[in-house]
């Protein structure tokens, strides 16, 4: 852990990268001063997922996979403040704000600020969705002196209304469909073909008269209406 503190030499500072957050007007332009961290953190993790779901298919041993959506990238850190051994056992708290008001909501905004966390390459744009605060050393008369913050950013480009941000529905057939069922076709996979959801098999099947999806003679026609 390296800390940052106000009097080190000058050759330190040249060598070492200050961790630094910095808070975003609407349009991803710096505003105010940097909040700089006490301490680098001694590491970080990056963590990027998918959201999928599982659907199962009569007939089928095994689900299959959709995808759905992806998800937004985390980081995630702790940050050290030891204000009892250089900084004279200021109350840590005057540190540690500066960092938890990044969730309370901006009025010129009406959410919280979009903000980067910097270290060297590190160059992270988003929002903090969570703090957590754990105050570990105290002085006599209670004032907290060392803490350490688990923090979590969520990666975001910016703030989109709700109104702007709606999915649009997956596309689907826009016109009634004659199609002849070839060996290997099921119902479910071309409902995830012309309707991008398997569920939707009910769909054809209704429109097409079928009454065992589950048997499909190559040859037969079935009729794909548009979705409403």
């Known amino acids: ?45 990056i963590e990027k997922r998918n959201n999928n779901r599982c659907v199962t298919i009569p007939g089928k041993q095994s689900a299959i996979t959709q995808y759905v959506s992806g998800e937004s990238e985390t980081l995630t850190m702790d940050l050290f403040f030891d204000t009892y051994t250089y900084y004279n056992g200021e109350d840590v708290r005057n540190y540690t704000k500066k960092v938890s008001d990044l969730l309370n909501i901006k009025g010129e905004i009406h959410k919280p600020p979009l903000c980067t966390f910097n270290w060297g390459p590190l160059v992270f744009t988003g929002i903090i ?40 529905p997956l596309e689907s057939s826009d016109r009634t469909k004659i199609r002849t069922i070839n060996q290997g076709d099921s ?41 409403d």
């Open 187 to 227: 119902l479910w996979s071309l409902a995830e073909i012309e309707y991008g959801d398997p569920l939707k098999w009910k769909e054809i099947a209704k429109a097409s008269n079928i009454e065992n999806p589950r048997i499909l003679k190559p040859g037969t026609t079935i009729i794909i209406h548009p979705l």
């Open 129 to 168: 969705d969570r703090v957590t605060q754990r105050f570990t050393m105290f002085k006599d008369d209670g004032t907290p002196v060392r803490a350490t913050l688990g923090v979590t950013f969520i990666q975001s480009g910016g703030y989109t209304d709700a109104v702007e941000g709606r999915v649009q």
């Open 1 to 45: 852990m390296s800390p940052i503190i106000s009097n080190q030499s000058n050759s330190t500072k040249d060598k070492l990268k200050k961790a630094y957050i910095q808070t975003l007007d609407k349009n991803g332009k710096d505003v105010g001063s940097p909040i700089e961290v006490l301490f680098n953190p001694e590491q970080y993790s």
